[in-house]
């Protein structure tokens, strides 16, 4: 039955960037006329979405794709911020837009977090890519192949909006940094799990020194957690109340970055840290050998996944949302060294324990 209310679904609610863009839609100006419902696996989290945040909370995973589907169905605005690569529940959603557009003649929107991880190549470490990419421009952007990363579930998007059925929107951020904050992560709903820099630092406090593949020459892209999170509320913002000139389907990418990193400097960050909390000698990475990158990537294939470069440019964001962005890649290396904190008390916790 229908609310009169803005429908909104969202999958990945529980999660670091999910739990971020949706707390920024939840203070929306507007946010008492939104109805929203989010696809949460804890039914401990929807309990406190439900009672704290009036957000309807269904139990369910990304492999429930009928229910994927009807929730979809159900909704005016998607936002998917649970999985970037597996394209079933991405197909599951858009049958459900689908369903909802030649039903009611709504074109409802989707919001897809995908990631600019689609741009890497194979440097193994060794070299910065001079190649950076605007989101501006279509034609590069038309030049990815499928197969990259997160790229097969992200053109399934933009198709759907070239059928004319959904208006679609993709976010490609670079690495995303920051401790969580506000009150979806302080209520226990949302949480962050390991990401890149949290995950080095526990690495390399086991290792006792930082380490790089290769010469950790490569480049990535890097972002905050709360610009994201403003940027993915912008775009929420504009794409209901002002969508004319917003790009969108396969002229809708929007990066996410403020500055970037090679993985060498980020890597002497978290070293710096090691040494400031008396953890290593030495602040300068050194190279892993096979048997490392074996143990602690588990394989080639990944090690030399994270040690690749993605390099791009936010031209879109700033100018069609007029995002602008606050924190720099010198809070990625401040970030860094706090990382080392955390990993040092999970350590020392696990050792009480
Ligand atoms: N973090 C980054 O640096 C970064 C950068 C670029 C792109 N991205 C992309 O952003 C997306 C979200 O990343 P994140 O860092 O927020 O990850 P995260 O903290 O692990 O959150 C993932 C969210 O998705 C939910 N989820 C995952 N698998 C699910 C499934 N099978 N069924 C139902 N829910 C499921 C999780 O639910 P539970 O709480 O139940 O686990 C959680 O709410 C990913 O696609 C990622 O590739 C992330």
């Keep these: 039955m229908s609310t009169g209310k803005l429908s909104i679904f969202c999958t990945g609610a529980t999660g670091y960037v999910g739990g971020h863009g949706l707390q920024r839609i939840l203070a929306h100006p507007l946010a008492h006329t939104f109805d929203i419902t989010a696809l949460v696996r804890n039914p401990e989290s929807g309990k406190i979405l439900e009672s704290k945040f009036g957000v309807k909370a269904v139990v369910g995973s990304l492999k429930d794709l009928d229910k994927l589907t009807e ?199 978290i070293g710096t840290g090691l040494v400031e909390a008396g953890r290593a000698d030495d602040a300068e990475p050194t190279e892993f050998t096979a048997e490392e990158r074996a143990k602690i990537f588990g394989g080639d294939f990944i090690a030399f996944l994270h040690f690749t470069n993605a390099r791009c440019r936010a031209d879109r964001p700033r100018r069609d949302l007029g995002w602008k962005p606050v924190y720099k890649t010198e809070e990625l290396y401040r970030v860094a060294k706090k990382e080392v904190e955390a990993a040092l008390k999970k350590q020392l916790g696990r050792t009480a324990a």
């Design 71 to 269: 929730l979809a169905e159900g909704a005016h605005l998607v936002f998917q911020a649970a999985d970037a690569d597996d394209e079933p529940p991405m197909e599951a959603i858009l049958a459900g837009m689908k369903k909802r557009h030649e039903k009611t003649g709504d074109t409802p929107i989707l919001i897809h977090v995908s990631g600019a991880g689609f741009l890497i190549d194979d440097p193994r470490g060794e070299f910065a890519s001079p190649t950076i990419t605007s989101d501006l421009d279509i034609d590069a952007i038309d030049a990815i192949p499928r197969t990259a990363v997160h790229h097969a579930v992200d053109l399934l998007v933009a198709a759907a909006d070239t059928e004319g059925y959904a208006r679609t929107y993709i976010v490609a951020p670079g690495i995303i940094y920051g401790f969580p904050s506000g009150p979806l992560f302080e209520a226990g709903v949302a949480k962050r799990n390991m990401n890149q820099v949290s995950w080095y630092a526990e690495a390399f406090l086991a290792r006792g020194r930082a380490g790089v593949v290769g010469k950790g020459a490569c480049i990535w892209a890097d972002v905050h957690i709360d610009d994201t999170a403003e940027l993915l509320y912008l775009l929420f913002d504009k794409a209901l109340d002002d969508p004319a000139k917003l790009g969108h389907g396969r002229e809708g990418y929007y990066f996410a970055e403020n500055g970037e990193h090679s993985l060498y400097a980020l890597c002497k960050a």
